[in-house]
Structure formats: C-alpha cells, structure tokens
C-alpha cells in the first residue's frame, strides 16, 4: 500500500496487469506481450503490469483502460453496499484492490482521479467498521472461538477482504487479544 | 533475446519477491536462492547490452528517435530488478536481525543451528558476524550500567525472579555465588543475573 | 536491544502499568524510615500514622510486605461517584472525564490492595460498565475517521492504546488514497 522502496507488498502490487494500447511503434519489442511479433505496432493491445505500463502510459507512448476491479459494475455495487463486495475475489488472493486502485488514481486526469479516489476512500470507510468489529469479536472469543454465532454473511464479508483489510484485521485482533490479557490477568498471586 | 528467461522481463526477480512474501507469511526463512539471483543479475547485464546497442543505433542516425521508448523500457526493467533484487535482500537480513535479537543477541547459538545454517548464503553468515561484532562493541560502552541487549519484552516487576531449569546451562556468577544450574531445579534469583538465560531458553521464569 | 516484534504495533499494556506506576499515590505507612533519594526523586519521610505522598510502584512494594495502607484516589473509593459516571457515559455523546492513566491505576490497586478499597467489587464491576460504554464510543469514533484527524477527547491512555495500531495504520491507506496533487506528480516506483 505505501511507497516505501523496499516494501515487498507494495512492488508485489505493482504486478497487477492492465490492459494498454501503444501510441507509437517499438521495434524489438514484440516480446512484452509473450507473442511472436518481431515489433510492437502502434494501435496494438497488450496486458502489461503496472510497474512497466505505468512509464509508457506517463510518457504518453499508450493508452490504457480501467481494469475489470474498478469497472461501473464494481463502483455500482460498491456504492449501493461495500460491505456486500468481495474485493479479494477482484483481484485474486492475496491481491491488492486499494494499492490497484492508488496506481490507477495515479494514472487519471483530474476529475477522474478525484473520482477514483472518492470510491477508493468511501470503500474503504464504508468496510473499515465491518472489519475492526469482527476482529474485536473475534479476539473476544479467545482461542477457542471459532466462527461460533458469526454467520454466514460475517464469514463472507472476512473471505471477501483483501490484503491491506486483512492486516487491520489482524492488527485489531491482536491489539484486543493483548489489552484483554491484561485486564483479565492479576497480580493478587504476587510475592 | 534467445533464451526463454529473458522473454518476460521482471517475471524472474517477481518470483524472488514473491519468495520474501510466502517466508513472511509462513515465518520461516526460506533457503537462499543463489541460483534465481545469478539469473536475475544476467538478465540486467543482458539488459545492458540491449540499452547500450540501442543507444548505439540511435547515434548512427540522428533522425531515427524510434528506440526512445524501448531505451526508457529497457531502463525500467533494470530498476525494477533492482527494487526487487535489494528488496529480496533487505527482507532476509531483518528477518536474520530479529532472530539474531530473539536470542539476545547470542550469535553461536543462533550460528550452532545446522538447518538455519543450510538456509543462509556465505555473505548472510559474514553479516551476521560482523553485525554481532557491532553490536558487542557499542553493548561494551555501556557494560558498566546497562545491558543494552537484555530483554525488553516485559517490563520487570520484581528484582528477582523464580526460575526453574529447562536445560542445563552450566555454572553461572550470581549475586548468591556461582550457581550450577542443572535441570529441573529452581532458584530465585536476581533477575539482571540471569535474564539473559531466560531469552536463550535455558531456564523459564516460574 | 532491537525493538522486538511483539512491541512493534504499540506499546503493550504492561508497559502503559508500568508508566502509570510513578503516578503518586497518598499511603498510611505502618513503618518508619528516613527521607530516602530515588533516580525520580526524594520520598519520605515515613512516620506513621502520617498519611505521605510517594510513586504506586512503591506504594505497592510496602503494600505487598504489609508495611503500609494505601488510600485509593477519590475517583476509585466512592462508588457513587462512578455510578454517576456510569450514567453520564451511557446517557451522553461524550467520553466523560477521568484521570488519563485510570484504567492502570486503578487495575493495580484492585489487584493489590482490594482491602484498603471500600466496596472494591461494587467498583470493579462499575468499571467494567464503564469500560464497554465507552469502547462503543470509540467505535462509533471509528466512522468518523479521514486522514487527516480524528478527535475523541477525554479518550484514556489503556484505550487510546487498544485502538492506535489500527487507527494508525488506516488512516495511513486513507492519506495513500486521498489525492494530493503535490505528491501526484511524482515518479512512479523507482
């Protein structure tokens, strides 16, 4: 999610594909799309990651579209109910919808960008609730808990989270579990 | 651009990123993987050599500007295998640190581990000794007052501590005398004596 | 020593207890001795049966070795007093004032000198009320954060805690999310 140069989610991030129409022709390049093609020629389409599409789009080279995670479909149902969207099925486990989308941002013009951003941002508000109550409830049920009176939807709500949800999944659990500890554990037995 | 490792530029040093990732989430240290860094290290020099010739046609023909945006692609492949080769690195030295630090900072015992020892690369081995040297050398500034690699985890409660025995760790100076801590016994003892065997797993605190 | 991982998303409660035990804390001490000189400064003299003003920790040391009374702080020795406390926290939209490290203050006196705490169960089950009434507010407090800022006053130092490794890390994505034209005309990844 952050810039930071040595973070391995952050360059794993940056693989997620996006779809880009060349400008201009590259000779020798033919390659980047895994095809036979000595050359790449203006007009033609290719998935390139984000890391390497994002120069050529920057430096006007290409064009790109909004890829499939962030398409009015999506926006659509986010907007009526984020919490009923599984963004880890959107980008496949272990991926990066926020990171995606922070990139794409990056991408846009202003209005778009602005746009983009206001999803992202609403998302995320609108989920982050979801998110800390489960893991303060998962943390109260101790050890032994395991999905106990959750439900189904909580269950599909936690399938649906993706990377940086689950990390603030995990940090609330954990920052539960540690300040119950205390409050349960005493020192009457101390010397 | 021959061989088939080099038809998708970046997927190779990805993989070694992805490596870092799966040894985060399994809170392992996975094997030092030599070989994919020999790989991804002759793909920026084959990189190279395709950014010098492209540079060397562009000179030929001052009007001929079509290399542009391969020369700019070329370069972002070389800094993206960078990013991840550094990264990849970066990434098994703090996990070597944090168990270097687990131990209290007791480096022959982290080293005296045959399977940890397979995983590491020789440079891996020589950082850890020369980072345990830095480290000794700036604890002895303080030896007087401080131990700077004592433990941290839990703050102390008491100035001494009940301790049963785990594993027998030989004679050790206490405020009492010399203690031989053998196994399964217990002692109360101060705790700056000893604590240091707690974090080395020598004795457990009762 | 490296910070160790187990401490890295915040400090620990443990570590909050023991900040808290400097805090003074008034004592009937059942033993004399001389003014005596600590690193956090001079305590004593103790004479008993006068009352003196010295640090929790040790308050609870002498307590331990029963050389000493401890009087708990108005805030803990009157459950009328909670109870309205209780009231005004389920009643109002506010956090209601308390003493900031509470919560540490008064675990460590239950826990060691429930006797010198009139009422001390009543007490401690005001506090446990007390408690969830206001983790729903911090909750609630939840919905309302940006990037930018986020006020809950009279939030206490155990709760502050409990909740400052997410607060911390979402309002880090929600800085990365927001546009900023500034930072937008940066490169990209390298």
């Given at each position: 999610m952050d810039d930071d140069y040595y973070s391995i989610d952050s360059i794993l991030s940056e693989n997620q594909k996006i779809q880009c129409t060349f400008k201009v022709d590259i000779p020798d390049m033919g390659h980047l799309d895994g095809g036979h093609e000595r050359d790449i020629k203006a007009q033609s389409r290719v998935q390139l990651p984000l890391w390497l599409a994002f120069i050529l789009i920057y430096s006007d080279y290409a064009d790109f579209t909004i890829p499939p995670p962030f398409n009015s479909r999506v926006r659509n149902a986010l907007n009526a109910?984020?919490?009923?969207?599984k963004l880890s099925a959107l980008v496949g486990a272990g991926g990066f919808w926020y990171g995606f989308g922070k990139m794409i941002m990056r991408l846009l013009d202003d209005e778009p960008a602005n746009e983009m951003s206001g999803l992202l941002t609403k998302s995320f508000r609108n989920r982050l609730v979801e998110v800390i109550d489960q893991a303060q409830h998962f943390a109260a049920l101790g050890p032994a808990g395991g999905g106990g009176q959750s439900g189904d939807a909580a269950l599909a709500f936690r399938e649906g989270l993706e990377v940086t949800e689950r990390e603030l999944f995990l940090l609330a659990q954990e920052s539960a579990k540690r300040t119950k500890q205390w409050y349960e554990s005493t020192d009457r037995l101390r010397r | 651009m021959a061989s088939a490792e080099s038809r998708q530029f970046g997927n190779l040093a990805t993989q070694l990123v992805q490596e870092s990732r799966r040894s985060t989430l399994t809170d392992t240290l996975l094997k030092y993987n030599d070989s994919l860094v020999r790989t991804v290290i002759r793909e920026q020099r084959n990189l190279e050599n395709l950014i010098n010739s492209a540079i060397a046609a562009q000179a030929d023909n001052a009007?001929?500007?079509?290399d542009a945006p391969a020369l700019l692609l070329y370069q972002t492949v070389v800094l993206r295998n960078k990013r991840c080769l550094l990264a990849y690195h970066a990434h098994r030295l703090d996990r070597l640190k944090d168990m270097y630090w687990a131990l209290g900072g007791a480096l022959p015992a982290l080293l005296a581990d045959n399977d940890l020892r397979s995983r590491l690369s020789p440079h891996e081995v020589d950082f850890l000794r020369e980072y345990n040297a830095s480290v000794m050398d700036f604890r002895g500034d303080f030896s007087a007052e401080l131990d700077i690699a004592a433990s941290i985890t839990h703050p102390p409660r008491d100035l001494h501590a009940l301790v049963r025995v785990v594993r027998d760790c030989g004679v050790i100076e206490t405020e009492l005398g010399t203690i031989d801590f053998k196994k399964g016994q217990r002692f109360m003892v101060r705790r700056a004596d000893i604590e240091h065997l707690i974090v080395q797993g020598y004795l457990q605190e009762v | 020593m490296a910070l160790p991982i187990s401490l890295r998303d915040s400090i620990t409660p443990p570590e909050l207890e023991l900040i808290a035990s400097e805090e003074l804390v008034e004592i009937v001490p059942l033993i004399s001795m001389e003014r005596t000189a600590f690193i956090s400064g001079a305590y004593g003299p103790l004479r008993p049966p006068n009352k003196a003003r010295i640090p929790l920790w040790m308050a609870i040391n002498l307590k331990m070795k029963k050389k000493c009374h401890i009087v708990p702080p108005d805030w803990l020795s009157v459950a009328d007093f909670l109870q309205e406390r209780l009231t005004q926290e389920t009643t109002q939209p506010e956090f209601s004032q308390f003493p900031f490290r509470f919560t540490e203050i008064a675990k460590l006196l239950l826990d060691t000198a429930p006797d010198d705490i009139p009422n001390s169960d009543k007490i401690r089950s005001l506090l446990k009320d007390i408690r969830e009434a206001r983790q729903a507010k911090s909750r609630d407090g939840l919905q309302k954060i940006d990037h930018s800022e986020l006020s809950l006053p009279n939030l206490c130092s155990m709760e502050i805690n409990e909740i400052r490794p997410f607060f911390v890390r979402a309002m880090g994505v929600l800085t990365q999310l927001t546009r900023d034209p500034v930072a937008d005309s940066r490169q990209f990844g390298v």
């Open positions: 109910e984020a919490k009923s969207v | 009007a001929f500007t079509g | -």
